[in-house]
């Protein structure tokens, strides 16, 4: 397979694409970055890396950092955390608040703002705030190899400002229990979480545990190969919120993405890739990521279906 052909034509036909959907604007210090960006990386099983288009740039990971804060939070409180978080798709946009009521607290997984929010508290515990965004850094930099990577300041500032839909969700999952520290501190660990800005590159290396089963490729586990297909499990139902059916449907490969415009996707055995393009879907999805992953999908039969 000639993986760096066929990324040339995804660069190219990414360069070309029409609708490029709408950068994020909700996040003001989002809203400036630029649409005609494309990226992507592939780091395969056997530890190649190939790239395309602007896979060294970094961008804000956003709600692909869910997926290192669960990872820590299971490594926290195992099985415990399904007592408060669920495992199912929600089928409703990732900042809903409308299932909460009814589902006394407990969101429907740890993927929408509401699950995330709950990681933030459990990964608090015992822990002033920036200790545990420090540790979640590190987790990802050790995940990545690479200790370059670090939380964009101003992004997080300006979630912390407009934010009120997250401090809704913990106010209101406060009362119920579910969030169990006092909301600012939660949404402080949370809003930092999403500002951790990566490239392509960079995520593609830190989702290498999850393509290996769980294993670091520079040794040790970073979690039980059961653990790692239950992320991936997750990621797959729920990743792409109430598009993840379609995600599913049209890529195949379990995957996670962003607001600031990433995909993180895994194919279990062969490959860890990272696609980056700022304009979104109204379902919050990346819209070029999406097809990107798709047209690679087709061209290499990645998909696990
Ligand atoms: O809390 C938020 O709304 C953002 N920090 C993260 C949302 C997000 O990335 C949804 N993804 N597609």
């Avoid at 397979?1 to 036909?13: N, T």
């Avoid at 604007?25 to 288009?53: C, E, K, N």
């Avoid at 946009?93 to 407990?106: D, H, P, Y």
Wanted: glycine share 12%; charged share 20%.
């Amino acid at each position: 397979m000639d993986l760096p052909a066929i990324l040339a034509r995804i660069v190219a036909e990414m360069r070309d694409a029409p609708d490029r959907g709408a950068v994020a604007r909700y996040i003001p210090s989002l809203a400036g970055v630029d649409p005609a960006r494309f990226g992507i990386a592939i780091v395969t099983a056997d530890g190649d890396t190939f790239m395309g288009g602007d896979a060294n740039i970094g961008f804000s990971i956003q709600s692909i950092s869910k997926v290192f804060s669960l990872t820590l939070a299971l490594g926290k409180v195992g099985d415990r955390l399904w007592e408060r978080v669920g495992r199912e798709p929600s089928g409703n946009s990732f900042n809903s608040i409308v299932q909460l009521e009814a589902e006394k607290g407990i969101p429907r997984n740890p993927f929408i703002n509401a699950g995330a929010i709950v990681l933030a508290d459990v990964n608090l515990a015992g822990h002033l705030p920036r200790e545990a965004i420090g540790e979640l850094l590190q987790f990802v930099r050790y995940l990545a190899a690479d200790d370059s990577i670090a939380i964009d300041e101003a992004v997080a500032r300006s979630e912390e400002q407009t934010g009120e839909r997250n401090r809704a969700l913990a106010h209101f999952m406060k009362s119920y229990g579910t969030v169990q520290h006092e909301p600012d501190p939660v949404l402080g660990t949370y809003f930092h979480a999403c500002a951790i800005e990566m490239s392509c590159r960079q995520l593609a290396q830190a989702g290498r545990f999850l393509m290996l089963g769980g294993r670091h490729p520079e040794g040790g586990n970073v979690v039980s190969a059961r653990r790692a297909r239950r992320i991936l499990s997750l990621m797959l139902t729920c990743g792409h919120y109430d598009a993840s059916g379609d995600f599913a449907f049209r890529v195949g490969m379990p995957g996670k993405s962003g607001v600031g415009g990433g995909i993180l996707a895994v194919v279990p055995g062969r490959a860890s890739i990272a696609v980056w393009s700022p304009g979104l879907n109204p379902s919050g999805n990346s819209q070029l990521g999406g097809l990107a992953l798709e047209r690679l999908a087709e061209a290499t039969g990645w998909s696990i279906f």
